[in-house]
């Protein structure tokens, strides 16, 4: 029961970061930050974790970012707010996005990123999020499905012996 605690409080504590928008700034991506008593690190700090670029490209940097936190003591939900709230002021700089396209990349970091963080907490594997095209899934599935095993299972053996045979 507890996993499923933390991942509500993870969800909550993001939906809390996403950003706002006031009715004297219609159209600005707002980001208010949220200081933390547990870190020691302040905006800059915490922007100076993040990789340049889409963070997410970047898995080991993330992952670098997020055990820096892990180590200050920080809790999970605390790490996910931590990185959203120093996320979004790079996306709200970014000229050329409308505020539509500033609020679709921040929230979808959110989701990324709480994944992440809950999933390297007690993971012994780190798990990829791979956009395939629905004809792979299809053919994925049918060859995992005749093989007596998951999609994923499948596709992870797919990969080591990939990368075996190089």
Avoid: H
Avoid at 122 to 135: H, T
């Amino acid at each position: 029961m507890k996993p499923k605690i933390q991942l509500l409080s993870a969800i909550a504590a993001s939906l809390f970061a996403l950003p706002v928008v006031t009715a004297e700034r219609a159209s600005a991506l707002e980001c208010p930050w949220r200081p933390m008593a547990e870190s020691r690190l302040g905006p800059a700090e915490m922007q100076g974790l993040l990789p340049t670029g889409n963070p997410l490209d970047d898995p080991a940097r993330m992952n670098l970012a997020v055990d820096t936190l892990r180590r200050q003591g920080l809790a999970a939900g605390m790490i996910v707010d931590a990185l959203i709230s120093a996320y979004c002021p790079v996306v709200a700089a970014t000229t050329g996005l409308t505020e539509a396209q500033m609020r679709t990349r921040v929230q979808r970091f959110a989701a990324r990123i709480t994944g992440i963080v809950y999933a390297v907490e007690g993971a012994d594997e780190i798990i990829l999020d791979v956009p395939l095209n629905p004809s792979v899934v299809d053919a994925v599935t049918a060859r995992a499905r005749a093989s007596g095993m998951s999609p994923e299972a499948w596709i992870g053996r797919a990969v080591d012996r990939a990368l075996l045979n190089q």
